[in-house]
């Protein structure tokens, strides 16, 4: 399915004064590169972290948990879930980045502990159990050994002097991320628009590479010559590929520039997020 927003010139030229670049595709704040805008304590965390710079944009709408009270949202790079089993406010957050996981979890308000356990599994097999300090907050940094899906849960406990430790409000909610190797990461989706007119039923086909498979892709159309912004949205393949084409009314003679990005954060692109090459067609 292909949805289509357009935003008036005036509001896409104050809040993102757009850049177009051969090599960073069509430029933006994480707020507009972003479709979707997450909220709440989820919303909190990921704008703490850095954006779509860190995790990436979120790939959906924040949704609950089967059998489990909270949240959680995917993201380009990784998960977050509000777990308020374990805190009114506590987030268990993690993301990839250079062959290693970033976990994050906090606050437990009002619970307080004395240690905290961290489990972790790789393609739904246990690899270890490690132990952190206790507190309210933490977080721990784990080398990823190879491609595979990795998932994290964390256990609040307290200390007792002379009996066994508790551990009463139980794990918290998983969070994942799948890892397909440093290569596959940061890779650059390669795209190719052609245009088919008349220009008052324009057609443009969309083809591209380079995308991490299974994952939404966002493509955008910027007008340059009002600044008027569109985006459209598919699935890339299991090779990683989207073949789609898409259509709005334009005027002859226009310029129209195409870029597109399946979430993947960036740190290099002043957008937060890994845009493809630009492609720019003109109408006739």
């Not at 008036?8 to 590169?33: E, N, R």
Request: net charge positive; glycine share 12%.
């Amino acid at each position: 399915m292909i949805r289509l927003s357009s935003l008036p010139a005036a509001i896409a030229l104050a809040v993102s004064l757009l850049t177009l670049t051969d090599t960073a595709g069509v430029q933006a704040s994480s707020a507009t590169a972003c479709a979707i805008n997450p909220y709440g304590a989820i919303g909190t965390r990921w704008r703490e972290a850095g954006e779509a710079s860190t995790f990436g944009c979120a790939q959906r709408e924040e949704h609950d948990v089967p059998g489990r009270r909270g949240r959680i949202q995917e993201f380009g790079a990784g998960q977050i879930a509000w777990s308020p089993g374990q805190g009114y406010d506590m987030t268990v957050s993690v993301f990839a980045k250079d062959g290693m996981a970033h976990l994050r979890w906090g606050p437990t308000k009002p619970f307080k502990y004395g240690f905290f356990l961290i489990r972790w599994h790789r393609d739904g097999r246990l690899v270890r159990q490690v132990t952190a300090r206790g507190g309210q907050e933490g977080s721990y940094a784990f080398p990823l050994p190879g491609s595979g899906y990795y998932d994290f849960i964390v256990e609040g406990c307290t200390q007792r002097a002379f009996s066994k430790s508790r551990c009463w409000q139980g794990w918290t909610i998983p969070v994942g991320v799948q890892y397909d190797g440093p290569a596959a990461q940061q890779a650059v989706p390669r795209i190719n628009v052609t245009y088919r007119g008349p220009a008052d039923q324009a057609k443009f086909a969309f083809t591209g590479s380079g995308f991490l498979p299974g994952r939404q892709v966002r493509i955008r159309a910027v007008n340059n010559g009002n600044l008027a912004s569109y985006s459209f949205h598919t699935t890339a393949n299991s090779q990683g590929k989207a073949d789609i084409t898409i259509g709005f009314a334009v005027l002859p003679g226009q310029d129209i520039s195409f870029a597109a990005t399946d979430g993947r954060g960036s740190q290099s692109d002043q957008s937060g997020v890994l845009w493809s090459n630009t492609v720019t067609v003109q109408t006739h």
